[in-house]
Nanobody
Framework: VQLQASGGGLVQAGDSLRLSCADS????????MGWFRQAPGKEREFVAA????????LYADSVKGRFTISRDNAEKTVFLQMNSLEPEDTAVYYC?????????????????WGQGTLVTVSS
């Protein structure tokens, strides 16, 4: 699995961004996928996760109702649609793949990590 995250940038509060995470391999559909973020001076935190089929999703309370995780297994890509962005959402966002079957928020359950993409939200 080789994950490549993209789509970050500089936006204003209230704007939207869509992050993408592409897998250069052929097995994205066999992983639970997740997004995490790490703000300057803070620890990495869970953002969202999606089951292998896409039928189950999980969100951090801080992004619930604003962010949507989705996946296109045929295109080997996972998305994070981020709406109503706030300055507190500023962070490097990472996608990750979990070989397990169940969905969860713990970073330790994820086996593969992509490089991050920076999201900066100005007030």
């Amino acid at each position: 699995v080789q994950l490549q995250a993209s789509g970050g940038g500089l936006v204003q509060a209230g704007d939207s961004l869509r992050l993408s995470c592409a897998d250069s391999g052929r097995t994205l559909s066999t992983y639970v996928m997740g997004w995490f973020r790490q703000a300057p001076g803070k620890e990495r935190e869970f953002v969202a996760a999606i089951s292998r089929s896409g039928g189950t999703t999980l969100y951090a309370d801080s992004v619930k109702g604003r962010f949507t995780i989705s996946r296109d297994n045929a295109e080997k890509t996972v998305f994070l649609q981020m709406n109503s962005l706030e300055p507190e959402d500023t962070a490097v966002y990472y996608c990750a793949a979990d070989k397990g079957w169940s969905i969860g928020s713990e970073a330790g359950r994820f086996d593969y990590w992509g490089q991050g993409t920076l999201v900066t939200v100005s007030s």
